[in-house]
């Protein structure tokens, strides 16, 4: 019941300021589409670099998206609605309530990368994007979602949101198989990167995006995220009620 609870308010909020979410999932990703896919006229693998760009876009939704979702309203309800302090007395149990954070997160992230896909349907570019990506379009949510609720936890002003995306969020955003392909960074960096969430989730959907063959392996890096980012969430809400 607390997960459905979670769900509900987030429901209920995504209602309330249906034009807002949709035009913040919109302007940012749709600026990109038209500035690096239709204003610089280039090519990538032999395609049209928008090909290439389509799938990236959509995996970035998703995960700026969950994340947005999350970290802000988390960082206010904690810091000055003191709303998680009513969690922790109330009768629902602590993993419900994170759970139900985590699937609301997600499930805004992909309503991001939906409306991208939407927006670029026109387009008749030939990709594809089936039950696999939209999996993968969850799991990048579910990951990034928990990421959000470790960094709203360790958040001491209501500023602390921006800046976390700021140091995170935004270089990852650029870095991270997006906009262009991680093969042309120096080897080590090259690595690094490719064994970051964005990076697995851009990789899987484009590949998938383009009827190629894809690794299973960036279902389990997904997965290791997921499992870490909610392990930590865990311990520090947990440890917050038994102070």
Not at 67 to 94: C, H, I, W
Not at 119 to 148: D, E, H, K, Q, Y
């Amino acid at each position: 019941m607390g997960v459905i609870a979670v769900l509900w308010e987030k429901w209920r909020e995504f209602r309330r300021d249906f034009y807002k979410i949709t035009l913040a999932a919109v302007i940012t990703p749709l600026m990109y589409l038209i500035v690096f896919g239709l204003g610089i006229q280039t090519t990538s693998h032999g395609e049209p670099y928008l090909y290439f760009l389509i799938p990236g876009i959509v995996a970035l939704s998703t995960m700026t998206g969950s994340f947005g979702a999350v970290a802000q309203n988390m960082s206010v309800q904690r810091l000055y609605e003191k709303a998680l302090d009513q969690v922790m007395v109330s009768p629902t149990p602590l993993w419900q309530f994170i759970v139900g954070q985590v699937i609301g997160g997600s499930l805004r992230g992909m309503y991001a990368g939906c409306m991208i896909l939407l927006i670029t349907f026109p387009v008749r570019s030939g990709l594809i994007f089936n039950g696999a990506s939209f999996l993968i379009m969850f799991l990048n949510g579910a990951v990034f979602s928990t990421l959000a609720l470790v960094l709203s936890f360790l958040a001491k002003s209501y500023t602390d949101a921006p800046r976390f995306t700021a140091y995170i969020i935004t270089p990852m955003s650029f870095l991270c198989n997006t906009f262009f392909s991680t093969e042309a960074m120096p080897a080590g960096i090259r690595q690094f990167v490719a064994a970051l969430p964005l990076s697995q989730t851009s990789g899987m959907i484009r590949s998938i995006s383009a009827g190629e063959y894809y690794s299973g392996w960036g279902y389990v890096i997904l997965l290791l995220y997921l499992a870490a980012f909610s392990f930590i969430s865990m311990l520090f809400i947990y440890k917050k009620k038994n102070l």
